[in-house]
């Protein structure tokens, strides 16, 4: 089905991916360390911002440099940053080596993103792309339910630790910390040992060779590739169309996901609460990944659209019902209910993004697209950090409103992307 190097892609990607949603998720996660219980909102506030900043200079800087030296090239800075960082995180006992590392890992797994998505698109034929793209993408969230299970689970320790764990760890640590620290280093050296394995057999992007007028080698790369299927070649939609409602409905994704699922439980709830509400949205997005994959395949513009409506109608429901959400019975339900239709829009920008901009500049198009939602997402941390409840979710309803305006215009005036040719 797939050829060697396409699975060694899948591999690599997905692990990245994994990675990604792992570290993405420390930084709440993080607020209920020990040595940071009783931080001030602006401490609080930093440590949440931290992480978005720098996964925006990662996916500026090393999407810039992917469309410039290759996709495959820049894997080498990403992995190395993302290792110290997760390293300087494991060890951390106060905040400024947290904000170290969170900096570090967050620019490693941030500068993967738009090359991963750009190489994948690139090496896998139109029949195959969508899907592929939405498994990869899935795994960030896969990825973050997993390190907030293993927090759940440590949190609930009440021993301590003896034998090797106490050598590994400082004796001051609290046992739920040993315990998540340990998984979290384990975790990510076993991550990165098979993103070196696969990222040995990678091939660079064939269509990224032949845009390089590096023709034969790009030959040879494809031949490689199990590709079937013809692509179509269409008249698109000037680029600033095309630009203009991928970033709207980015925005209204890409912030809804985060606020959701990051921080509306550090930020409106308490204790243990917050953390469970991180793994709920995120079950949610996850078991929702698997369900978009077929789907996104069909029609690309009636997809987009049922899933940002869907997401809007959610948040009307949760907004109907705000006065009742400190009832976690109610608020889980309708929680997954909304990041499951987060997870349907962001299969379609991910497949959206790379399928509408041009081999020359499809990594770094993908960073531009994703700075506005990204320095928009940091500057709604500080406007919601003292939100109530009520103002959270009508913020968050706006947010969807924007994101179903730009699916509806896209359904009747868009480009259908299914079957496009990426070498245009």
């Known amino acids: 089905m797939y050829s060697r190097s396409q699975r060694s892609l899948i ?3 997905t692990s990245s991916f994994f990675l990604w949603g792992i570290i993405a998720t420390i930084g709440p996660l993080s ?48 992995m190395i940053s993302y290792s110290i960082g997760v390293i300087a995180i494991t060890f951390a ?42 498994l990869v993408a899935n795994f960030s969230n ?36 040993d315990l998540f620290r340990l998984v ?52 698109m939609k000037p680029g600033f169309i095309s630009m203009f409602f991928l970033i709207s409905m980015a925005i209204s994704q890409y912030l809804t996901f985060g606020l959701m699922a990051y921080i509306i439980g550090p930020t409106e709830f308490a204790g243990s609460e917050s953390s469970v509400l991180i793994f709920y949205a995120l079950l949610g997005a996850s078991v929702a990944g698997f369900i978009a994959m077929p789907l996104v395949s069909r029609n690309r513009k009636s997809y987009t659209f049922y899933a940002y409506m ?20 109610i608020f889980i339900p309708l929680l997954i209910v ?9 299969a379609s920008r991910t497949t959206l993004e790379p399928e509408l901009l041009a081999t020359r500049h499809r990594s770094f198009g993908i960073g531009i697209i994703r700075m506005f939602p990204m320095v928009l997402y940091i500057v709604s941390i500080s ?38 040719s990426l070498d245009y």
């Open 31 to 78: 607020l209920s360390f020990p040595f940071l219980s009783g931080v001030s909102v602006i401490t609080r506030t930093i440590i949440l911002s931290t992480g978005p900043v720098f996964v925006l200079v990662g996916n500026l800087s090393m999407g810039y440099l992917a469309d410039r030296i290759g996709r495959k090239t820049v894997f080498i800075t990403t």
């Open 142 to 177: 896969i990825g973050s339910f997993f390190i907030s299970g293993i927090f759940i689970v440590a949190a609930s320790a009440t021993t301590s630790l003896t034998g090797i764990f106490s050598i590994i760890f400082p004796s001051d640590f609290a046992l739920s910390d």
């Open 383 to 420: 406007i919601t950090a003292n939100f109530g409840i009520y103002q959270f979710i009508l913020y968050n309803l706006g947010l969807w409103s924007l994101g179903a305006l730009g699916a509806i215009i896209w359904r009747f005036y868009g480009t259908e992307t299914r079957n496009i």
């Open 338 to 346: 909304n990041m499951a239709f987060s997870e349907f829009a962001w």
């Open 184 to 235: 979290l280093l384990l975790s990510s050296i076993v991550l990165v040992g098979i993103m070196v394995y696969s990222r040995l057999r990678i091939p660079e992007s064939f269509r990224w060779l032949n845009y390089k007028g590096r023709n034969e080698q790009g030959s040879k790369v494809k031949s490689g590739l199990n590709l079937n299927g013809v692509e179509d070649n269409m008249p």
């Open 11 to 13: 591999l690599s990607s």
């Open 93 to 134: 006992n106060n905040l400024p080596v947290l904000l170290i590392g969170l900096v570090l890992s967050q620019f490693g797994v941030g500068g993967e993103e738009p090359s991963s998505i750009a190489l994948v698109a690139e090496d896998f034929d139109a029949k195959k792309r969508a899907s592929i793209l939405t």
């Open 310 to 329: 869907g997401g809007f109608f959610s948040m009307v429901v949760i907004f109907a019902l705000v006065n009742y959400l400190s009832n976690l019975l």
